[in-house]
């Protein structure tokens, strides 16, 4: 349980997962420490996401080993998860919200579950965290009736609820303006700062990558393709980092990622198919 | 069906051990799904008993009219409409109507991440999500079936008193002196198998539901056909067990 400064929060060996014949996660293997705010960067559909899923432990690896507070979790079961869960809060790429529950409903609910906190209690730390994504007073609102970035903010809200020791955003900024966007990662400064968070955060916002990162990673064809600090990845000389930190169309990242090899039998002919599908009533 | 055993065998712990163990489960999930399962189904479940009744007296009337003896009307409308019709089409209605909406709604829940952001916030899905409909259905899919025999029988004896002179009294005498109290009970054993097959199925489907919109009305029409056909052949295996081992 005890995770001292230099023992790994997480450490990731070997992790392997296919979908099909295919390997999203190609032998990745990473560590991440105390304090650090770890970006991890890639081009869309290069399992960002399926990586954080992994880790948090709602998916399971092919083969692989993850450990999180020095505890190995791929073997673990629901129950024993919990422990680990109540530990970090996760911010997932859709928000994740509860349709059926207000925002606020939503922030309470992890310390409903998991605390003892009076209802008076628990109002006052929901109004808390909301102000500080700048939402204050949406406590009434539902899901449904607030736009996609303040949908990505209560998401955070709720993911810190518990003040975890362990945040995972999955695009924490996407959808937010470039003001909210320097609201969201001056918190996460704050956190990682000042409380000694350590927080994993997805992105492909560029400046605000290089605003929060400690260290950088960037994905590509399921494992690792460059790592360092925000320096040394600015300075790299991999024509793929440049071109992705740079934002350019024409450079070495692959625009499709071709799925041929691996399915023959459904990529052949796809006009075909669809003709058939929707035109075979037609006299 | 791993996955529907494995969803009944967490069931049974959430319900029966969970709560020893001091995991209570909260009470206002609860009564807010008996009111959605239940409660907003009662106009449906008394239009549907109205007509059975109706028809069943109307049906027996023709047929007994030739015996010259209608005076068992009464008889045999109760002991329809307690031992088969009322449990069946009642959980007919509540299959298409309940049963589907939370097979839609939990599969929408599915596919976009919510519960996996309740696994991750270390709420267990199964307590939280199912725990609450199931105890719903349970109470409600009987309650709607005693309302409706209530409903059914007195649209039994609007035909009698309309169309064959009956009085009141004569009624429910003849009522009361075809069915015993096993009929009712027979009733009550079988909506609670129902609506423990119709919620469990239901979950099932929605709980896991692959890929998006498409997935979750596959999982609807699912929870629709396998609770329907799940439902008529307990009904049988009851029936058999109840009335004809005896
Ligand atoms: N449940 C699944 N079944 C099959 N394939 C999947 C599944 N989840 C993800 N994939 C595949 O894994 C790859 C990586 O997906 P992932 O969601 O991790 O991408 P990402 O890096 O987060 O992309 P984005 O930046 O667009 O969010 C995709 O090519 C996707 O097709
Ligand atoms: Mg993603």
Redesign the pocket.
């Given at each position: 349980m005890n995770t001292t400064a230099d023992q790994p929060v997480i450490e990731v060996a070997d992790l392997y997962r296919t979908?099909?014949k295919r390997a999203?996660i190609n032998h990745l293997s990473l560590e991440i420490y105390r304090g650090e705010t770890l970006v991890i960067m890639?081009?869309?559909?290069?399992?960002?996401?399926?990586?954080l899923r992994h880790i948090i432990g709602v998916m399971k690896p092919t083969s692989g080993s993850i450990k999180i507070f020095g505890e190995e979790t791929t073997a673990m079961n629901e129950r024993e998860l919990t422990g680990i869960r109540r530990r970090f809060g996760m911010l997932f790429?859709s928000g994740a919200l509860l349709a059926s529950l207000t925002v606020g409903e939503n922030v309470a609910l992890p310390l409903i579950e998991h605390t003892k906190l009076t209802p008076d209690e628990i109002e006052q730390v929901v109004k808390d965290k909301l102000e500080i994504v700048g939402l204050k007073g949406f406590e009434r609102m539902k899901p449904a009736e607030i736009s996609g970035g303040m949908k990505k903010r209560v998401g955070l809200a709720r993911a810190l609820a518990l003040d975890p020791e362990l945040l995972f955003s999955?695009?924490p900024t996407s959808g937010l303006d470039p003001i909210m966007t320097a609201v969201v990662d001056r918190l996460t400064l704050d956190l990682t700062r000042k409380r000694g968070m350590t927080a994993v955060v997805?992105t492909?916002d560029m400046t605000s990558a290089f605003r929060i990162a400690t260290r950088m990673i960037m994905?590509g064809r399921g494992s690792i393709i460059a790592q360092g600090t925000p320096d040394e990845i600015r300075n790299c000389d991999n024509p793929e980092v440049q071109q992705f930190i740079n934002g350019e169309a024409d450079g070495p990242v692959p625009l499709n990622?071709s799925q041929d090899e691996d399915h023959p039998h459904i990529a052949p002919r796809p006009l075909v198919t669809a003709r058939g599908r929707f035109h075979n009533k037609t006299p | 069906m791993k996955n529907y055993l494995q969803l009944n065998l967490s069931l049974l712990y959430w319900v029966f051990i969970a709560p020893f163990k001091g995991q209570f489960f909260k009470l206002s999930p609860i009564i807010r799904q008996m009111v959605f399962i239940g409660v907003r189904a009662v106009p449906m479940v008394a239009l549907t008993a109205l007509t059975i009744g109706i028809t069943l007296a109307m049906q027996s009337a023709r047929s007994l009219q030739q015996l010259g003896a209608e005076i068992y009307v009464p008889n045999l409308v109760t002991v329809a409409l307690l031992r088969e019709m009322g449990p069946v089409l009642i959980a007919v209605i509540v299959i298409g109507r309940s049963g589907s909406a939370v097979a839609a709604e939990l599969g929408t829940m599915k596919v976009s991440e919510e519960i996996e952001a309740l696994e991750v916030m270390a709420i267990n899905p199964v307590r939280f999500l199912i725990v609450p409909r199931f105890l719903a259905m349970l109470v409600m899919l009987p309650a709607l079936i005693i309302l409706g025999n209530y409903v059914g029988i007195f649209g039994g004896w609007l035909v009698c008193w309309l169309a064959l002179d009956f009085n009141v009294a004569g009624f429910i005498l003849g009522a009361l002196e075809s069915s015993d109290l096993w009929d009712l009970y027979s009733g009550v054993v079988k909506s609670v198998v129902f609506a423990w097959l119709v919620i469990t199925i239901a979950c099932n489907a929605g709980m896991h539901v692959e890929g998006g919109a498409e997935g979750v009305g596959q999982a609807t029409t699912k929870s629709v056909v396998h609770g329907l056909l799940a439902m008529l052949v307990s009904n049988a295996l009851l029936t058999v067990l109840f009335f004809f081992g005896r």
């Amino acid at each position: 349980m005890n995770t001292t400064a230099d023992q790994p929060v997480i450490e990731v060996a070997d992790l392997y997962r296919t979908f099909g014949k295919r390997a999203v996660i190609n032998h990745l293997s990473l560590e991440i420490y105390r304090g650090e705010t770890l970006v991890i960067m890639g081009g869309s559909g290069c399992g960002k996401s399926t990586l954080l899923r992994h880790i948090i432990g709602v998916m399971k690896p092919t083969s692989g080993s993850i450990k999180i507070f020095g505890e190995e979790t791929t073997a673990m079961n629901e129950r024993e998860l919990t422990g680990i869960r109540r530990r970090f809060g996760m911010l997932f790429q859709s928000g994740a919200l509860l349709a059926s529950l207000t925002v606020g409903e939503n922030v309470a609910l992890p310390l409903i579950e998991h605390t003892k906190l009076t209802p008076d209690e628990i109002e006052q730390v929901v109004k808390d965290k909301l102000e500080i994504v700048g939402l204050k007073g949406f406590e009434r609102m539902k899901p449904a009736e607030i736009s996609g970035g303040m949908k990505k903010r209560v998401g955070l809200a709720r993911a810190l609820a518990l003040d975890p020791e362990l945040l995972f955003s999955d695009e924490p900024t996407s959808g937010l303006d470039p003001i909210m966007t320097a609201v969201v990662d001056r918190l996460t400064l704050d956190l990682t700062r000042k409380r000694g968070m350590t927080a994993v955060v997805v992105t492909h916002d560029m400046t605000s990558a290089f605003r929060i990162a400690t260290r950088m990673i960037m994905l590509g064809r399921g494992s690792i393709i460059a790592q360092g600090t925000p320096d040394e990845i600015r300075n790299c000389d991999n024509p793929e980092v440049q071109q992705f930190i740079n934002g350019e169309a024409d450079g070495p990242v692959p625009l499709n990622i071709s799925q041929d090899e691996d399915h023959p039998h459904i990529a052949p002919r796809p006009l075909v198919t669809a003709r058939g599908r929707f035109h075979n009533k037609t006299p | 069906m791993k996955n529907y055993l494995q969803l009944n065998l967490s069931l049974l712990y959430w319900v029966f051990i969970a709560p020893f163990k001091g995991q209570f489960f909260k009470l206002s999930p609860i009564i807010r799904q008996m009111v959605f399962i239940g409660v907003r189904a009662v106009p449906m479940v008394a239009l549907t008993a109205l007509t059975i009744g109706i028809t069943l007296a109307m049906q027996s009337a023709r047929s007994l009219q030739q015996l010259g003896a209608e005076i068992y009307v009464p008889n045999l409308v109760t002991v329809a409409l307690l031992r088969e019709m009322g449990p069946v089409l009642i959980a007919v209605i509540v299959i298409g109507r309940s049963g589907s909406a939370v097979a839609a709604e939990l599969g929408t829940m599915k596919v976009s991440e919510e519960i996996e952001a309740l696994e991750v916030m270390a709420i267990n899905p199964v307590r939280f999500l199912i725990v609450p409909r199931f105890l719903a259905m349970l109470v409600m899919l009987p309650a709607l079936i005693i309302l409706g025999n209530y409903v059914g029988i007195f649209g039994g004896w609007l035909v009698c008193w309309l169309a064959l002179d009956f009085n009141v009294a004569g009624f429910i005498l003849g009522a009361l002196e075809s069915s015993d109290l096993w009929d009712l009970y027979s009733g009550v054993v079988k909506s609670v198998v129902f609506a423990w097959l119709v919620i469990t199925i239901a979950c099932n489907a929605g709980m896991h539901v692959e890929g998006g919109a498409e997935g979750v009305g596959q999982a609807t029409t699912k929870s629709v056909v396998h609770g329907l056909l799940a439902m008529l052949v307990s009904n049988a295996l009851l029936t058999v067990l109840f009335f004809f081992g005896r």
